[in-house]
């Protein structure tokens, strides 16, 4: 038996699942009508796909995706694709068929759910929707951590504000452009975060770990991808 076959109250396997939907996922309906899922992320992010997303999938609905690149942008992406009526029914209880941009939500059983579902839920939402950089912060180095997260659903952005102070992780918030933005930034908050939720995926999870070496003074970092901008040497002081 699949873990959704024993019914629909949510455990934490679940809830990470519909981060990730609520994320970069989308449902969509053919010409005959039938739903399909999609998740698409970066090309950086193959090995999110093989070692979280396609396992994840396999234990919860017992079916086997192969993840490929996928077309559409200026490089195309990386996901998986899904029609399977067992997988796509699950998403349709909380999420609509169509755009979501503006309209999504957490779903209620996470939200009256243990400080566990909680967590896995923002843990799917951060994997797939959010970033993690160091910033200059008004200084000459690019020292400061910062994950942050968007979303164009103002409903959306009170349902995770309201997740992240339930787990005690404090953030900042902000309107640019028609986006509701979410900091978690310092390092105490960092730290906070990882504690509480933490990412499975690798792309986020090395860039935060070359932070962390970078602040005890392990080692000199020379990775562009997690400042702001620029290539170059960033040295810890120890």
């Known amino acids: 038996m699949n873990i ?4 629909r109250c949510m ?3 679940e ?3 519909c981060g990730m939907h609520a994320g970069d996922g989308t449902l969509y309906r053919t010409n005959g009508s039938s739903i399909v899922w999609e998740l698409r992320g ?3 992010e193959t090995a999110y796909y093989h070692e979280v997303v ?3 999938v396999k234990k919860l609905f017992g079916i086997d995706l192969v993840p490929k690149h996928r077309s559409g942008g200026g490089n195309g992406s990386f996901g998986v694709v899904c029609c399977k009526r067992k997988l796509t029914s699950f998403l349709h209880l909380d999420f609509p068929v169509g755009s979501k941009s503006r309209i999504v939500r957490v779903p209620y059983d996470v939200m009256m759910g243990t400080h566990d579902i909680k967590g896995a839920f923002l843990r799917g939402l951060f994997d ?3 970033s993690f950089r160091l910033d200059k912060n008004h200084t000459s180095r690019y020292c400061y951590p910062k994950i942050e997260w968007c ?3 103002p409903g959306m952005l009170e349902d995770v504000r309201q997740l992240l102070r339930e787990l005690g992780i404090d953030h900042i918030t902000w309107d640019n452009r028609g986006y509701h933005m979410i900091c978690i930034n310092g390092w105490s908050r960092l730290q906070k975060f990882m504690d509480v939720i933490s990412f499975h995926n690798p792309k986020h999870l090395n860039k935060v770990a070359a932070a962390m070496n970078f602040k005890r003074g392990l080692c000199l970092v020379r990775d562009p991808s997690i400042c702001h901008r620029g290539t170059t040497w960033y040295c810890a002081e120890g």
């Open 54 to 56: 396609v396992p994840l």
């Open 4 to 7: 959704v076959d024993a019914g």
């Open 128 to 130: 797939t929707d959010g």
């Open 42 to 44: 970066g090309l950086d």
């Open 11 to 13: 455990n934490a396997l």
């Open 151 to 153: 979303t164009a659903s």
């Open 15 to 17: 809830a990470e699942f």
